[in-house]
């Protein structure tokens, strides 16, 4: 197997794959859908590859659907507060 399959093999395990796949890939993030997004994420939260797919969405810059248990806006605040906190830490240490 390739490394990238090897990389993915965590796919297999995920506690989606019976589920329906347009609870994941919601059309919007309000109204209707988030119903579709908590069911999603319920099913995330039982799911024992969930860190794996939350580094795979993250690592790939996936933009759209529930991926770890993390919606795209939940995965954009992240990388926002990850790039504040980084900036902070780069100015204490040019201040050092
Ligand atoms: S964390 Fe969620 S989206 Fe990822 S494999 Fe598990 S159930 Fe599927």
Do not use: Y
């Not at 329906?20 to 993030?29: A, E, G, K, R, T």
């Not at 919606?71 to 050092?96: I, L, M, S, Y």
């Amino acid at each position: 197997m390739t490394a990238t399959g090897n990389a993915m093999n965590w796919r297999a395990a995920g506690a989606c794959l019976s589920a329906d796949p347009d609870l994941f890939f919601p059309i919007s993030s309000s109204g209707p859908a988030e119903r579709q997004i908590a069911r999603a994420k319920t099913i995330c939260a039982g799911c024992r590859v969930r860190r794996e797919c939350l580094e795979f969405a993250i690592t790939h810059d996936q933009v759209h659907g529930i991926w770890g248990g993390t919606t795209p806006e939940d995965r954009q605040r992240d990388r926002r507060r990850k790039r504040r906190a980084a900036a902070a830490a780069a100015k204490r240490t040019v201040a050092a």
